[in-house]
């Protein structure tokens, strides 16, 4: 589906993410597939880790220091939206919590998304719609994944972080431009498969079965790294031209194309395929892995900061995976604020 | 889409086999060098030159690259 939100725009980005470092080539693979053929392949050099924070504790640092750098007051905060798959207690929503924790207004909307990589997407345009038709002048999105529900062993590609991006109600501002799209058919490709209702937790849960030649237990992730590899270099690239075509506009003409952080094979290809130059495509892989619904805000947050804050800058963001879910955004940024990576 | 194209960008993902050594019957998954990685690049060069997507399934159903050329070829 398309929408689009005009006399909004993005204010700032501030990313969370826990001091200790985890590097690639430390990493113990096999003798045919070792780090150095990981670093190579995924394009993760280090990421970070650490089991102290919660998601909420990285996002919830990252806006504390976004507010100040913006001198925003906490009671003009009308919205809080809180992108993860790793909330803080099945119930209550994350996003609660953090109205309390952040000392937001009691006449404040929150309200938690469960969606990874296309997340931030989807944060932004479900925060864009309630600002068009209603009284809210300031809101504050809430993406990443980091500490986990169960314990088992880290994944090579993921990385931790919580970020805070602050959308603000701006007269003539371009706003932004969607395109959103859904396959729940490729559930599976991506699946913790015990823990939720369908398949409630029990001591089964917990068995170690082969998968893809690793051990592993009903709680911990599962992916089809091949199917997600055909989703990612087909769908993201035609979800992009769709939105040109849709509204009218060249995407070939915008600054920065920021893509979810997945595998640098696949975002080569994607690029690829836009017929863009990749130097138009930060990176924030080699230093925080694959992030979820935070890498695209990490990405513009570290990787541009010092380049675009005092000039007129354009657009693409595209995020995809579990679900099967992608959304493409395009919006231009104007004296943007990047607040200094924050680091618990 | 002709299944001598096919076979040879199938061959060209593998660096230590000669493409001389591939043919329709070639069991693409049994040299050594064969990996993830290899299905990776195979999907992303078979998208490139057909503009075919195969799946995890076409690939772990496929014994030869007859099997893999069918699969992609249902999807033309």
């Keep these: 589906m398309f929408c689009s939100f005009k006399d909004l725009k993005i204010a700032g980005i501030a990313a969370g993410v826990p001091k200790n470092v985890v590097k690639s080539e430390d990493l113990n693979l096999s003798a045919d597939y070792d780090a150095a053929a990981f670093i190579e392949t995924t394009g993760i050099r280090e990421r970070r880790y650490s089991n102290d924070f919660t998601t909420s504790d990285l996002c919830c640092a990252a806006a504390e220091k976004l507010i100040a750098d913006l001198g925003w007051e906490k009671s003009e905060i009308g919205i809080l939206v809180f992108v993860s798959q790793n909330a803080d207690y099945i119930l209550p929503a994350t996003a609660c919590i953090l109205q309390d924790r952040l000392g937001l207004d009691k006449e404040c909307y929150a309200e938690d998304i469960a969606l990874g990589c296309s997340g931030w997407v989807y944060g932004l345009s479900t925060i864009a719609g309630l600002m068009s038709a209603g009284t809210v002048k300031k809101a504050l999105l809430l993406a990443g994944d980091a500490k986990r529900r169960a314990e088992y062993p880290l994944d090579t590609l993921m990385g931790f972080s919580g970020t805070a991006t602050a959308i603000a109600w701006e007269d003539g501002a371009p706003g932004f431009k969607f395109h959103l799209g859904t396959d729940g058919s490729g559930a599976q490709a991506i699946i913790i498969p015990d823990g939720g209702a369908r398949n409630m937790t029990t001591l089964h849960s917990f068995d170690m079965e082969e998968v893809d030649g690793k051990m592993i237990n009903r709680l911990t992730p599962r992916m089809d790294g091949m199917d997600v590899f055909s989703f990612a270099i087909t769908v993201p690239p035609k979800s992009i031209k769709k939105l040109g075509e849709y509204y009218g506009f060249d995407y070939q003409k915008a600054d920065y194309f920021v893509f979810h952080q997945g595998n640098v094979i696949m975002l080569n290809k994607i690029i690829k395929k836009l017929k863009v130059e990749p130097e138009r495509m930060p990176l924030s892989l080699p230093y925080y892995g694959n992030t979820s619904s935070a890498s695209i805000p990490i990405t513009i947050a570290t990787q541009l900061k010092g380049k675009i804050e005092n000039k007129h800058t354009k657009f693409i963001g595209c995020g995809f995976g579990v679900g099967l879910s992608w959304g493409t955004v395009a919006f231009e940024t104007d004296s943007i604020v990047l607040s200094d990576l924050v680091e618990l | ?76």
């Design chain 2, 1 to 76: 889409m002709e299944i001598n194209d096919f076979i040879k960008c199938v061959a060209e993902q593998y660096e230590e086999v000669d493409a001389q050594e591939f043919t329709p019957d070639t069991k693409f998954k049994t040299f050594e060098e064969w990996s993830s990685l290899t299905s990776l690049s195979i999907i992303a060069a078979v998208d490139d030159e057909f503009g075919v997507t195969l799946k995890g399934d076409d690939i772990r159903n496929a014994t030869t690259i007859q099997d893999l050329f069918d699969a992609a070829k249902a999807k033309v």
